[in-house]
């Protein structure tokens, strides 16, 4: 994902289409192979469920952790530029990451299944709301700073999914603090809770605040090469 943050797309595209074809997985070739390969993989979440039997990564097969790994890159660096496509691979990630169990992965992935549910507002809130709790859960047993927070940032995407502004602001705070602060070099993560933490901003009318985090974030960023954080603040 950090050519796609930085800007090489084309770059990017050809990795990803290399690993997932050694992997032998499917990376649709058009427009409407997409649309269709999302529907039937969310399908597949929804038959599935998300129960999970927990296994300790010593006891999961190499190839099927970098099978899952390849997926998670997959579905955040496609995010960036194909939102359709990012959203068929974290689906077809979040099967695979409960289906291997390990701890770390398989709360990614309720994180991420977490958000999907969030942002599409008040149908999907008693969903959003199993799955946080499944993830609180788990994170809780097994506490990792950065299943922290993005549990932290999908609580903020559901109050926002739900229009309680006010609610997601502090949420969004502390998520991009703890990803700065705690979770150096995860810049997708932490982009996007700044980015969401502006939305709130904007909604609310703290303009000051908002020119204050654009200001701060183009001398950062601009430093980092981020290109993905540039241009969503």
């Known amino acids: 994902t950090t050519l796609f943050r930085s800007g090489h797309f084309e770059e990017g595209i050809a990795v990803l289409k ?38 300790a990564e010593k006891d999961v097969p190499a190839q099927e952790l970098l099978r899952v790994d390849a997926y998670w890159a997959a579905a955040k660096g496609y995010g960036l530029i194909d939102p359709m496509r990012g959203n068929a691979f974290q689906f077809v990630h979040c099967r695979l990451a409960l289906d291997c169990g390990e701890p ?4 990614r992935a309720l994180a991420l299944e977490a958000g999907f549910h969030a942002l599409q507002g008040l149908p999907h809130r008693e969903q959003t709301l199993d799955v946080l709790g499944q ?8 506490p990792n700073n950065h299943l922290e927070g993005l549990h932290t940032l999908m609580t903020g995407c559901e109050a926002l999914g739900q229009l309680r502004i006010h609610e997601g602001r502090p949420h969004f705070e502390k998520a991009e603090a703890m990803f700065r602060e705690k979770c150096p070099g995860l810049t997708w993560e932490s982009s996007t809770a700044l980015q969401y933490l502006v939305h709130t901003e904007l909604f609310m009318g703290e303009f000051s605040e908002v020119r204050t985090r654009a200001r701060e974030t183009e001398s950062s960023a601009g430093a980092l090469g981020d290109a993905y954080a540039l241009t969503n603040i």
């Open 135 to 142: 993830l609180r859960v788990l994170i809780d047993a097994n």
């Open 18 to 55: 290399t690993v997932l074809a050694e992997l032998g997985e499917v990376n649709p070739a058009s427009h409407r192979h997409t649309r269709w390969f999302a529907i039937y993989n969310r399908l597949r979440v929804q038959w599935r469920g998300l129960k999970f039997t927990l296994r």
């Open 104 to 107: 770390y992965r398989v709360g």
